[in-house]
């Protein structure tokens, strides 16, 4: 009797082994199916693309200008699947980055360079809309020169290259009120880079007199650069601001101490303006070229 109730224990003993065995495996087959793979998600450079357009170095519809695209085609990732866009303004992801490319090729009607460059429309279909110094607007962007050719017409080492500019334009209602036949106005602001550092352009008065009509002569000298060298980057990644407002335009470089201009060009200065970035290389040359990456860009009003 006794060895019947011990055999008997024995084999319920054995039973419920193997049962926590069964369920031991089946947890670990489980756990095998919860496996999944970690995917790093893509990420892009941070611009919306809902206000700008783009001007490309090349001429591919043959109608004597440089093709453009504007922002109902570019905005939520459309540049990417654009062939014609690709060779020129692209995506690389390895560091978050968007790359515009240009070489010496088409220009605008009012330049000799050729350019892969935003153009900031505050109303995306209607280009003669743009803002005054007394609206005001800021413009804020990390990016680097990532490449550029080497210069053997000059002193200097690398060809030059404009990253940002606000640009004058004269108003649909000035040119009504004048009767000027164009509207093109000249840079208020050119950003450039220059053998690794980075210049502010604004555009003076040469006679600080000069009133009228006189104020929108783009051609006969009436306006001219004054150049100031911000500081030294590189090729490495920078921040810069441009914040416009009544008589006063503030340039900062990184956290430097930021450069204000205050005089009497800027209290005169009759143009609206719209803000400009990306890649406006200033050199002709064969061979010549240039790379530039943006990180982020961001406009306000």
Known sequence: MIKNFVLLLFVITLLLGCSNDDKSNETNNSDDLDITDDVTPVVYADIDFSNWKVT???DENNNGSPDEYQPNVLK??????????????????????????????????NSSY????????????????NWTLQEGGEMRGRLKVESISENHESNET??????????????QEDMNTHGFSGNNGPPLIKIYWKDGYVWSHKKSLVDESTSGDDLYDVYNGTWDDIKVNLGYVG?????????ASNARIEVQLNQDEPYVYEDVSLEKWPFENYFKAGNYLTSTADNAF?????YNLYVTH
């Not at 990732?77 to 090729?105: A, H, K, N, R, W």
């Not at 240039?290 to 943006?294: G, Q």
């Open 114 to 129: 050729s350019r892969t460059e935003l153009r900031e429309l505050i109303n995306p279909s209607d280009s003669r809309e």
């Open 290 to 294: 240039s790379y530039i990456k943006y």
């Open 158 to 171: 690398y060809h030059k290259v404009i990253v940002m500019q606000i640009h004058g334009i004269i108003s």
């Open 76 to 109: 939520d990732f459309g540049y990417q699947t654009l062939e014609p866009i690709m060779p020129y303004m692209y995506d690389d992801t390895s560091d978050e980055s968007i790359v515009f490319y240009t070489f010496p090729d088409v220009s605008t009607t």
């Open 235 to 243: 090729f490495e990644p920078f921040d810069f601001r441009i914040t």
């Open 56 to 58: 490309l170095p090349v």
